[in-house]
C-alpha cells in the first residue's frame, strides 16, 4: 500500500467492523473505512471506494459505491 496521504482508489467487500465499516480488500486484507455517510445498502458486497490513506490500513473515504 502507499504512503500516508496518498489516494486510495480500491475495490473490495465492504464489511461490518466493530461499530463501524471496513473494505476486505485484496489478499483479504482489512482496510478501516472513516466515513461521512453509513452505506448499509452496500453491506457483503463488491463495492469501490475512493478517499485518501490517513494511517495504517485506515482510509478516510470520499465515497462508497457499487463495483
Known amino acids: 500500500m502507499s504512503s500516508v496521504g ?3 482508489d480500491m475495490t473490495g467487500t465492504l464489511v461490518r467492523d466493530a461499530g463501524g465499516f471496513a473494505l476486505r480488500g485484496p489478499r483479504g486484507v482489512l482496510f478501516h ?3 461521512h455517510r ?3 445498502d452496500h453491506v457483503e458486497k463488491r463495492v469501490r471506494v475512493v478517499g485518501m490513506l490517513i ?3 485506515l482510509i478516510e473515504a470520499e465515497g462508497v ?3
Open 55 to 57: 494511517g495504517d490500513h
Open 6 to 8: 496518498s489516494p486510495v
Open 33 to 35: 473505512l472513516q466515513l
Open 65 to 67: 459505491a457499487p463495483a
Open 38 to 40: 453509513v452505506p448499509v
